[in-house]
Each structure stands twice: as structure tokens, then as C-alpha cells.
């Protein structure tokens, strides 16, 4: 398979190339702003696309998007170019499909809460020691009762109940306060507030939909935007080492293959380590250093090399250095990092081309035969094929129509959950309250002998008012004897007067 032209060293006059069989080992592309890092980042998602190999890589300034529209030819690329020696150059844009947790520049990602887990959930709301030991009581909670968390209405259901179960839940998990659980819903209300809720619910992102190629066998370059997410830091590198994560509990084993299975670009990469925990920190490292057996690559850039850990930093074998200006004591220091990190050229005092390099140029090692890193070249980095610049709103339309994702992932699905169930729950419980009583046997026994204690009075009588029989025997009597008498009264005075009977 043909190696990815990264441009020409000027050191030893010799192309300079990553071998796609060590696109796994990750890597690394720094230097100061404006010294042609995202360029650089171009000509590496474009050489990986074209030996159909998947990329993701998120557009934090917009210009990314440009990967999607063909470039355009002037006479400073053509002398490029022939300095370079770059053959078979064509105007080209690569399969794109674009991306956005706020649904705008391109097909909304979304996760659920389950998925994206207390750890990385407490990062992102900013919890404390105790705020975050409470989460995770509410994430034990859910499964125990069999809640599912789907988005952020779900997680705000469950706290309320934990508030009002506290003494409960306190005794069989550990400790919940009052206080914990309001700054939980604060912060909750806060990411809201930064449209963070768009993020969690479904359909949630399936891994496979990162990793596809096309008909020509390209692979396919998803575009995160992040041009907004960016302003909310601990979101956007949560986010992409969510995804990672993802990546590595999800992806099989495979070994050492000719290409990767995916090219995994992390731009700001400062922005996952500040502040980031022990526990966390030690989660990165690991996932670093064992996703290239499933085949994914991964590759950092930022300003400083030394805005990357020590222990991650050695594991990243594929290296780019744009310019770096030594005008203070922190950014000589990252010279002198920077400078040390690569395999030593007899021909180039590093640390003194650091700091003089043009933009466009760096300083390049990649890992050659068997795995060993090649000596450091000062080198002119190959301009990419598509556009250096942002695709235009009508551009990036008309891409997104075409999306073969479009359909599943641009209508969210709300489907019962949390919330819903204990709801139902709720209502349940309130027309139990409202409801009378259920009747004893006994109840409906003593109901049954009052009505018939009231019908035996009203018939036979009690000893202050007669009954119906005793008033109807009577009446009865009194018109017998009156009929009798009124017959025997007519038969005396019949006999007396001497009339017939």
C-alpha cells in the first residue's frame, strides 16, 4: 500500500512519508498559531481518506469544513508542488459528513446518560469531590430500579426522587445531602442554558456510522463542528474522549493490520488535560496506549508538545512540529521539550530550527521499518487537494442532503424512560390517595345488619313506634269488628222491630 506523502525534506532532499501500517501508533502535530497546523492536519485526514481509511476530527475554527469542496490552483501551489514533487495532483474534495451536538452545521450527535456515565457527566457539570459521589449513587440507583437515564430530564427525575427517598438512600448507598443534590439540578440547569441537553437523548450515535468508506472505497472524513462547542471546554473534551472511550470498549481486537480502521484527530488537546483528575488522567493513558490494538489511531495537536503528558506523549510515534517562537520562558522550555523528543539529524541542530521555521514548513519523524522512528526532517509540508479554507453555508447544505446519516439522526426519538415511568408512578399514587377506602368483610357485615336491623323495625315495630304489621293488624281488626258489629247491631234491631236478618 502507497505510503502518505507529507511533503519533501529539506534536510536530506527525501519524501517523507507515513506508512499506513503505523497510522495506529499515533501521533502528533504542534506549534505556534498560524504556522500551518490545520493544513497539516488537512494533508493527513486526506491522505488517510484516500487509502480508504475512516477519519474523525473536529473543526474547531470552521475552516476544516473545507476538506468537503475542491481546492482551487494558483501559480505559489504549482511552484509548491514542483518543489515538492508531487505527483498526480488533482482539485478534489473528500466524502465528508458533517457534525454538530447543536444540530446546526450538521447532523445532531446525541448520547444517552447511561452511556456517557457518572465520571465523565461530573466533569462536565464541574462537581466536586461529594457532588460527584452523589452522581454516582444516582447511576447505582437507576439500575438497581431499573430506570433508564436517556437525557437530562431523566437524570433531573431521579435526583427529585432521591431527594425525597434521602434517609432511605442514605442508608443503603452512603450519604446524600440536601445541599449535594441542589447543586447537582444547578448544574444541571447551567448546561441547559448552553444547550447542552440537545446532547443526550436518541438516537444515539452508533460507532459504525464513524467508520464508514464510500462507493470508491474512500474513506469517509466526519467533521465535528466545534466552533462554539469550543467555548465550553470541559463539554468539548469530554465529548471526544467520551468517543473514545467509546471506541475502546466497543471496537474488537485486531492487532497490527496493513491500515487503521480509524484516524481519530483530537485538536486543543490541552483542553482534555487541564484539570483533568488523577483517576481520569490514568483513564486516558490507558486508553491511549491500548486502542491501536483495535486498530485506531490517534493523534493529537496543540501548541506546545509538552501540553500533552509525559507518559502519553511517549507513546506517540508519528511527530510534526510547526514553528515555535521562544519569546518567553515557557515557550523556550517547550523548544527544549519539542527538541528532545525527536530522533537526532547530524545535519540539523533541532532546537535552533524550531524557532525559524517558515509557515508551511516542519519538523517531521515518522516511524519507518520495523517500527523505528526516522531521524528528524526539516520539511515543506504537501498542500492538501481540497479547499484551505471554510465550505460556504450553501456548500455545507448540500452535503448534508446527501448524507447517508441524515435520515437517522436528524429527528430525536423520545421513548419512555426515568422520567416517564416515575411519573406514571406519581399519578399512580395520587389517585390511590384521592380514592376511597377498601371495605373490610366486617365493614360490609355490620352495613348489611344495620339495613336489616332498620327493615325488621320498620316492619315488626320497636318499643316507641309500632310496626307496619302491628298498624296493619289493627286497621284489620278494627274493620272486622266494625262489619260484626254493624251485622249483629242489624239483627237486634231486625228482632226488635220484627224485620228479617
Keep these: 500500500m502507497d505510503p502518505i506523502l507529507l511533503g519533501k525534506g529539506i534536510t536530506d532532499d527525501i519524501a517523507v512519508t507515513l506508512l499506513p501500517k503505523f497510522g495506529n501508533r499515533h501521533g502528533l502535530t504542534a506549534g505556534a498559531t498560524g504556522t500551518g497546523k490545520t493544513v497539516t492536519l488537512m494533508t493527513l485526514a486526506e491522505g488517510f481518506s484516500r487509502i480508504g481509511v475512516p477519519v474523525f476530527m473536529a473543526d ?44 446546526k452545521l450538521g447532523h445532531p450527535v446525541r448520547t444517552t446518560v447511561s452511556e456517557m456515565g457518572p465520571t465523565l457527566l461530573s466533569r462536565i457539570l464541574e462537581l466536586n469531590d461529594t457532588q460527584s459521589g452523589v452522581l454516582d449513587i444516582v447511576f447505582k440507583l437507576a439500575d438497581d430500579r431499573g430506570l433508564l437515564l436517556l ?137 491511549v496506549r491500548l486502542i491501536r490494538s483495535k486498530g485506531v489511531g490517534v493523534y493529537f495537536c496543540s501548541q506546545f508538545p509538552d501540553d500533552v503528558p509525559d507518559n502519553i506523549l511517549g507513546q506517540l510515534g508519528n511527530r510534526v512540529q510547526h514553528a515555535l517562537r521562544a519569546f518567553t520562558p515557557r515557550d523556550q522550555k517547550a523548544v527544549k521539550t519539542a527538541a528532545e523528543t525527536f530522533v537526532p539529524n547530524p545535519k540539523l541542530d533541532v532546537a535552533q530550527a524550531i524557532s525559524k521555521l517558515g509557515t508551511g514548513e516542519a519538523l517531521v519523524s515518522t516511524l519507518q521499518d520495523k517500527g523505528v522512528p526516522s531521524p528528524v526532517q526539516q520539511t515543506l509540508i504537501s498542500p492538501p487537494r481540497c479547499r484551505m479554507g471554510a465550505a460556504t453555508e450553501a456548500e455545507r447544505a448540500q452535503v448534508r442532503a446527501g448524507s447517508p446519516v441524515g435520515a437517522k439522526y436528524d429527528q430525536a426519538v423520545d421513548r419512555e424512560s426515568a422520567a416517564e415511568m416515575l411519573a406514571k408512578k406519581a399519578e399512580a399514587a395520587t389517585v390511590n390517595a384521592k380514592a376511597p ?11 348489611e345488619g344495620g339495613f336489616g336491623q332498620a327493615v325488621k323495625d320498620a316492619v315488626f315495630g320497636t318499643r316507641r313506634r309500632q310496626g307496619m304489621l302491628e298498624t296493619m293488624a289493627k286497621q284489620t281488626t278494627r274493620t272486622i269488628g266494625a262489619k260484626l258489629g254493624n251485622q249483629i247491631v242489624r239483627g237486634l234491631l231486625g228482632s226488635i222491630f220484627g224485620g228479617k236478618r
Design 60 to 103: 474547531v475554527k470552521g475552516d476544516v469544513s473545507g476538506l468537503a469542496v475542491p481546492g482551487a490552483t494558483n501559480d505559489k501551489l504549482q511552484a509548491r508542488l514542483a518543489e515538492i514533487g508531487v505527483q498526480g495532483y488533482v482539485n478534489e474534495g473528500s466524502p465528508v459528513i458533517f457534525w454538530d451536538l447543536y444540530g
Design 437 to 447: 377506602p377498601a371495605r373490610s368483610r366486617e365493614q360490609d357485615d355490620a352495613d
Design 151 to 287: 437525557d437530562l430530564e431523566d437524570l433531573r427525575a431521579l435526583l427529585g426522587l432521591v431527594a425525597n427517598e434521602r434517609k432511605d438512600i442514605s442508608t443503603s448507598y452512603g450519604l446524600v445531602s440536601t445541599q449535594s443534590v441542589g447543586a447537582i439540578q444547578r448544574a444541571l440547569l447551567r448546561l441547559e442554558q448552553e444547550g447542552g441537553e440537545m446532547f443526550f437523548g436518541e438516537p444515539a450515535l452508533e460507532l459504525a456510522d464513524l467508520m464508514r468508506t464510500n462507493t470508491d472505497g474512500r474513506g469517509v472524513i466526519s467533521i465535528l463542528a466545534a466552533d462554539q462547542l469550543i467555548l465550553k471546554p470541559r463539554l468539548y473534551s469530554s465529548f471526544l474522549l467520551w468517543l473514545l472511550s467509546e471506541l475502546f470498549e466497543n471496537l474488537p481486537e485486531v492487532g497490527d493490520l496493513d491500515k487503521p480502521k480509524l484516524v481519530f484527530f483530537f485538536d486543543e488537546a490541552h483542553l482534555l488535560f487541564d484539570d483533568a483528575p488523577p483517576a481520569l488522567q490514568q483513564r486516558i493513558e490507558q486508553v
